[in-house]
């Protein structure tokens, strides 16, 4: 619910402050007065592209801000706080400032945002039904979407449950239309991907194999430095007078020693185990000298072997490791998209099954479709008849599709037969704009108590066109669908005004016009200038006190 409404420097209105109230508030004034600012400010609050030269002429900026009271658990109010906002005791503040040059800002709950946020919010806050509401009304998937609204939650779960079936059909079509159109590309992948798999198996790679290749590269082709180092150091271990021997003659002098102080015993035994590793040091350089041999044959079989696994993981690889984890990868990439035609027998399989379900999904939409659009109809044309309209009647059509859409196999027409004898017309081809405006809310009163409507609901000049009994009839409508949300209305007709349980007027004073809400006398004198043009007509006030009397639900 819009709880309060500050406009500053927007049009004529240099500041105002407006509170409104539940059921319905209509908004009258001279015309030219302003009356449509106040919904301009309602079109800025819920996203609406900004027109600078709404600014008021010699200011920088126009500045709006409106306090919505909303649900602590709704959609509304996660948006706010999910933007940075705060949300005080259940209201939240949206505000939106204008320049009269360069870029507007949005604000929601004190923190700024984008406009796109006050659009969502204002998708759930205000609905405006004004010539642009008219307009889509004739749109076809407007029809549809009230049709649905008017079958209620059952035809809600139904519509639902289809959008996920259709989801699903959707991206069946797309797995098999992407399988058979990259059909080449997949083939072409599949050729390298064995060709890769042939040529590893084939080598046969062991793990660090081309590591050790290397390392056994290094140590023949440098055999001869290899032997002449080698025998060099197992000449120092065995020669005459060489380590070996030295350390002999130390274990024969500390063996001397021992015999007279057993103290050095201990000398001794590590003299002894220097000389065992010495020997065994010894034995493995011998032992590698007799095992360097020079082969040609094994070097070259070795750079080959080297060379082929460089080859066989060029593009693939840098290592024998790494082509092992190249062909496992490619066996599993190759078990994904080598099904050839089982693989499309399987997508096509699966596209026969959504389509099956979501056709049968569809066919109960229809059905539920079908009961809403006559219901929608008969309450529709008994409301068209308490709005003047005696002779009309609302036609809602549910005609077949050639195939499967978004929202199901339908086509909604909702269309009027202006009298019995007459054929049943588009709403953009039967209806003027008053009745238009009068068949949108006897739409509106058909579904009420309806899920998806908005909690603040605006009509501009929905009284367009009519007047007399049509009019009071239209501010009785306005009235009963005011008894369950928010309505507010702006309206040239004292019969319609006559129904606001709060009535505000604009007024304009030269380049100036005030907001301000009247009551008792007050609201007799500016019923009396709606009826007659002037408040000093005793007349006109008679006539006026006799509306309030009367306007009751």
Not at 171 to 185: F, G, H, N, P, V
Not at 338 to 363: H, I, P, T
Not at 420 to 438: C, H, I, N, T, W
Request: glycine share 10%; hydrophobic share 40%; proline share 2%.
């Amino acid at each position: 619910m819009l709880e309060e409404l500050s406009i500053e420097n927007l049009g004529v209105i240099s500041k105002a402050v407006v509170s409104f109230a539940s059921g319905l508030t209509v908004i009258t004034g001279e015309t030219g007065a302003g009356k449509t600012m106040v919904l301009t400010s309602l079109g800025l609050l819920t996203g609406a592209k900004p027109d600078a030269g709404k600014v008021r002429a010699g200011s920088e900026r126009a500045h709006v801000e409106g306090l919505f009271a909303i649900e602590s658990d709704g959609a509304v109010q996660d948006l706010v706080l999910g933007a940075g906002g705060e949300v005080e005791e259940g209201a939240v503040l949206l505000s939106r400032t204008v320049p009269a040059k360069g870029r507007s800002r949005a604000f929601a709950g004190g923190h700024s945002v984008p406009a796109g946020i006050l659009r969502q919010a204002g998708e759930f806050l205000v609905a405006v039904h004004g010539q642009t509401e008219q307009l889509k009304l004739r749109s076809a998937a407007a029809q549809r979407a009230r049709v649905d609204l008017a079958g209620g939650e059952k035809l809600g779960t139904a519509l639902a449950a289809y959008h996920s079936s259709f989801g699903r059909y959707r991206r069946a079509c797309a797995k098999l239309e992407d399988w058979r159109t990259s059909a080449r590309t997949r083939q072409v992948e599949i050729e390298v991907l064995r060709s890769g798999i042939e040529q590893i198996d084939e080598l046969a790679p062991k793990p660090n194999e081309d590591e050790q290749l290397r390392s056994q590269i290094e140590r023949l082709t440098n055999v001869e430095d290899l032997r002449e180092a080698t025998a060099g150091a197992a000449s120092y271990l065995n020669a005459e007078g060489g380590i070996v021997d030295s350390v002999g003659a130390i274990i024969e002098a500390l063996q001397k020693a021992t015999r007279y102080d057993p103290a050095l015993t201990n000398q001794l035994q590590v003299a002894s185990g220097i000389e065992a590793d010495l020997q065994e040091l010894a034995r493995t350089i011998s032992d590698y000298l007799e095992s360097l041999q020079a082969d040609p044959n094994e070097l070259e079989r070795m750079h080959e072997r080297l060379a082929k696994i460089t080859e066989v993981g060029r593009g693939r690889a840098a290592s024998a490791s790494g082509l092992l984890s190249w062909r496992k990868e490619a066996s599993q990439r190759l078990s994904e998209i080598d099904g050839g035609s089982e693989r499309e027998q399987e997508l096509e399989a699966e596209v026969q099954a959504c389509f099956a379900e979501a056709d049968k999904l569809a066919k109960e939409l229809t059905r539920l479709r079908k009961r809403s659009a006559s219901a929608l109809a008969s309450a529709a044309t008994r409301e068209l008849k308490e709005l003047a309209m005696p002779n009309a009647q609302i036609v809602v059509e549910v005609r077949p599709l050639a195939e499967l859409g978004e929202n199901g196999q339908d086509e909604v027409a909702i269309r009027l037969k202006p009298h019995p004898s007459m054929p049943a017309v588009d709403l953009g081809e039967g209806a003027s704009g008053g009745e238009l405006s009068r068949i949108m809310l006897a739409l509106e009163l058909s579904t009420l108590g309806r899920g998806g409507q908005s909690p603040v609901m605006v009509f501009d000049e929905v009284d367009a066109g009519i007047g007399g009994q049509a009019a009071t009839s239209v501010g009785l409508r306005l009235a009963r669908l005011a008894q369950n949300r928010q309505v507010i209305v702006v309206t040239h007709l004292a019969q319609v005004a006559a129904f606001g349980q709060t009535h505000i007027v604009v007024e304009k004073s030269g380049a100036n016009a005030a907001v301000r809400q009247v009551e008792g006398e007050e609201r007799v004198l500016e019923l009396a200038r709606m009826l007659s043009g002037h408040t000093d007509s005793k007349s006109a006030r008679v006539h006026a006190a006799e509306l309030l009397n009367g306007s009751h639900v």
